[in-house]
Structure formats: C-alpha cells, structure tokens
C-alpha cells in the first residue's frame, strides 16, 4: 500500500487522481490473482532466487499518469469509426491533459461539442460554398449586408461573405481579407484575428522548438491535426469552459452557448455528450 500512501500524500496535486486510484486499484487486484513465481519455478533457465528488485514509485506514478484518457470506445460512441484515427486519438490525448481537460464531466463535454463543430472530426476548417438562403439562416443578424453580396454561380463570392460576416468580429480589420483569412479552422472553428493571434502565442510559447506563424500561415489549423485539436483545447481553456463544464452534469446548452453564441446544432451536440457519458459510466 506504499504507492496509494504516496498517492495520498500528493491528491491536492494530481488533476487526475481519482484515475490513478482506480488504475493503481485495478492493477493491484490484478497481481494479487497471479501466480506467476509459484508456476514458473519449474522453467529451465527462469530465475529461482529470491532477490527483490526496487523501483522508483514516483516514476511509477508518472508512468499510470500515460494512460489515455481518451479511447476509440469514447469517439465511436458517437461517431462511427472516428476511433480508428490513431492520429486524432493521439493527438486528444497530448493535447487535452495539457488544458486540465481531464475528468469524465470535461472530456463528454469537449468531445460532444468538438465533434458536432468539426462533422465528426472530419471537417477541420469551415467551408466557403454557401448559397444565398443558407447564409440568410446561419447569420441572421448580418441579413442586410449578405443580401448585397454578389453570387458567383449558384454560391455567394468569396471572400466577400466572410468579409461581410466576420470583417469587424473578433479583431479583424475592417476593409481587409481578415474575415476570410481568419474564418473558423480547427476541431472547434477558431475564428478572427484575435484568436489566431492569441493561440499562436500560447503554443509558442509552449513549444519554443516548433515556433509557427498561423497569422501567415493559418491554413495550418486545419491542415495539421496537432493545431487543429491543439487550438480547440487554447479556445476551450482560455474561455474557462472547464469551469462551465464542472457545473453542467446532464444539459450542454449553457456550454454550446458560449462556443456558438447561441444553440445551433444543440439536439445533437446533447446527443452526443449523453453517449460519451455512458461510454465513461457518468
């Protein structure tokens, strides 16, 4: 019971130490069923001494802390297949222990939203073909500005709308291609120059051997899946959506309201966080 005292001794600074708990639990209960010495005695060349062999608990503790917190169980359950991206599970589970994205609540809550704003983690930038009436009904409040917009075939032309919608949001500067260069990207569309400018500095900050320009380069976004998740985590963190999700054990609305500004999509971004929830029995 060395290990669990340790673990005691040090709960106020382990984000995660319920599920180093239960694994250490899990792991103990296994051993105790094995019989390994006893059987493996008779084993030509199989150690028969009884020496005892020490190891460092404070790197076995570290070495619990590598188990996933996110599984292909989890993004299956609401997405089908989306668990065999080995890259984005990668990637998830890099990224959102970084952001104290850590505990049952705060994972069903971030992948409910990241995957309703991404198609299922399929699509990691927002597309630019939109038709007249579709763009009408996603941004109402501009209604009088996309009516003047001139169509380029059967769509509205681009960079125009962007321009139009996004153009003074978010730091952008009106007059120039910023509502377009700066459209949502990433597994929760990161929008504006604000927040591009904000998250490139957070990760360089971070990552003092991979430095990157996104505000001159932020097709990055959503062209590499570790910017793509990574960002979605910077927006997570850096509007105290933790918090939010602590607070929110059943309903996702007060959540969906901060990423979207309203509740568009919020039947399924419940549904999939009440799938994610049964998958992590919460």
């Known amino acids: 019971d060395t290990i669990l005292n340790i673990l005691e001794q040090h709960k106020e600074r382990l984000d995660n130490y319920e599920q180093l708990k239960q694994h250490y639990n899990n792991q103990k209960t296994r051993i105790e069923k094995l019989e390994f010495f006893s ?67 705060r994972i069903a809550h971030f992948l409910a939203q990241t995957a309703h704003e991404s198609g299922c983690f399929q699509n990691f930038g927002e597309g630019i073909y939109y038709r007249l009436s579709t763009a009408l009904a996603t941004w109402p409040s501009r209604n009088n500005d996309i009516n003047k917009l001139p169509l380029d075939g059967r769509y509205l032309k681009q960079p125009d709308l962007f321009n139009a919608v996004y153009g003074t ?38 990552n003092s051997d991979d430095i990157q320009d996104f505000i001159n380069n932020p097709s990055l976004i959503a062209t590499n899946i570790n910017y793509a998740v990574e960002s979605a985590c910077w927006f997570w963190d850096s509007n105290q959506l ?33 799938a994610v929830k049964k998958v992590l029995g919460i």
């Open 169 to 206: 949001r978010n730091g952008n500067i009106a007059g120039t291609d910023d509502g377009y260069n700066f459209r949502g990207r990433g597994l929760i569309q990161l929008t504006g120059r604000t927040n591009y400018t904000n998250y490139q500095a957070s990760h360089n900050a971070k």
């Open 39 to 105: 059987k493996c005695r008779s084993i030509d060349g199989f150690p028969t001494s009884d020496s005892v062999y020490h190891f460092n608990p404070i790197m076995m503790v570290a070495e619990f802390g590598r188990e996933q917190l996110i599984t292909k169980e989890m993004l299956n359950a609401i997405c089908p297949n989306a668990g065999s991206n080995q890259e984005l599970l990668n990637a998830l589970n890099k990224y959102c222990p970084q952001y104290q994205i850590n505990t049952p609540l």
């Open 242 to 274: 933790n918090l939010l999700a602590d607070q929110n054990v059943t309903d996702v609305t007060s959540v969906t309201r901060k990423i979207n500004g309203g509740t568009n999509g919020l039947t399924e971004r419940q549904e999939f966080f009440d």
